[in-house]
């Protein structure tokens, strides 16, 4: 069987956009609409809801599953029916895939299929962070969940893209997002309690596991 063309992430997203029904999305409506490119799209789209004041915690949920069925080696995403059964805003989903899909044109110039890597073990890669990413999405932090979803947002685009440079681009910005969430944290809990208590507990949770 001859292999399909490649079609543009942009107009993989307009040709959604042009579908969307008037007053809310489900998840299981848009599993429906992704087809062949299911995994990639729908955690770049589920990552682009989590952008969205109040999403964060579902978004970085639903993208839990995908990763996992990335790691079995999966050909399709599938959710659980009270998941698949979601639904969120089509005007607010439109209009932030609307200011994107300009971006995504541009960029496309520049992004091409390269540094070919094998299907399968990149797909599990991309699984195993893209599961990590969305713990920290969903760590109860403010704006804890912006960095994640973006580098989850460009780890998606490169593998939709097939581009192998930009994938190892967006793994190192992916051990950047764990470093700052870890900061992020540490800072939090510095804030709530002493730095000498927080060292005292540390040290002597270390000695206790020694022992």
């Known amino acids: 069987m001859p292999a399909l063309p490649h079609v543009p992430t942009s107009a993989a997203l307009a040709r959604m956009v042009a579908e ?41 949920l639903l993208l839990v599953f995908p990763a996992i069925e990335m790691i079995m080696g999966r050909e399709r995403p599938t959710l659980p029916r009270f998941l698949a059964n979601r639904s969120f805003s089509a005007t607010h989903f439109v209009r932030l895939t609307a200011r994107l899909i300009p971006w995504l044109e541009r960029l496309e110039t520049l992004i091409r299929p390269r540094w070919h890597t094998p299907f399968q073990a990149t797909k599990r890669i991309v699984g195993v962070v893209v599961l990590a990413l969305s713990v920290t999405v969903m760590w109860p932090f403010p704006l804890s969940y912006i960095a994640p979803s973006l580098v989850i947002m460009m780890i998606s685009f490169a593998y939709l893209e097939e581009d192998g440079l930009l994938l190892c681009i967006s793994l190192f910005a992916a051990l950047l997002s764990f470093a700052f969430t870890a900061v992020t944290v540490w ?25």
Do not use: N
Request: net charge positive; charged share 10%; glycine share 6%.
């Open 20 to 60: 969307v029904p008037v007053d809310k999305i489900s998840l299981a409506w848009l599993i429906a609409h992704l087809h062949k490119r299911s995994f990639g799209l729908l955690m770049f789209v589920v990552a682009l809801i989590g952008l969205m004041p109040g999403i964060a915690t579902l978004a970085g």
């Open 187 to 211: 800072a939090t809990l510095a804030a709530a309690h002493p730095l000498e208590s927080l060292w005292t507990k540390f040290t002597a949770l270390i000695t206790a596991a020694w022992r």
